[in-house]
């Protein structure tokens, strides 16, 4: 599933939900990463693990296109991705988690 949520000043998000129902080796590799708590900084951007309304986050910001994703894990089934482009990206992903709820995904 794919969509779009519209953010303050409608600013846009783009949110993936990923069923992996029994296919939990499409997980693996995002679980690997939570247990192994990498993070890395250069000149081009960083990823590091936050945790955002109870939820444990991959972040990743790309400086020279102003892109922040978000990929986490709930229920240890599902994938969420979440991707917003611009000046005040990091600001919007953090106000779109504040207000996640996961209890409709079963």
Do not use: C, W
């Not at 953010?7 to 990923?18: A, S």
């Not at 000149?43 to 936050?50: F, L, S, V």
């Not at 990929?71 to 779109?96: D, H, M, P, Q």
């Amino acid at each position: 599933l794919t969509t779009k949520y519209k953010g303050p000043d409608n600013k846009e998000i783009d949110v993936t939900v990923t069923d992996a129902g029994t296919a939990s080796a499409m997980l693996h590799s995002y679980q690997s990463i939570f247990k192994s708590n990498i993070s890395f900084e250069n000149d081009d951007g960083y990823q590091k693990i936050g945790n955002y309304n109870g939820i444990s986050v991959i972040e990743n910001y790309d400086k020279r296109t102003r892109e922040t994703d978000f990929a986490f894990i709930i229920k240890g089934r599902y994938l969420v991705k979440l991707r917003a482009t611009g000046e005040n990206s990091l600001s919007l992903l953090k106000y779109f988690m504040a207000k996640f709820d996961s209890s409709k995904l079963q």
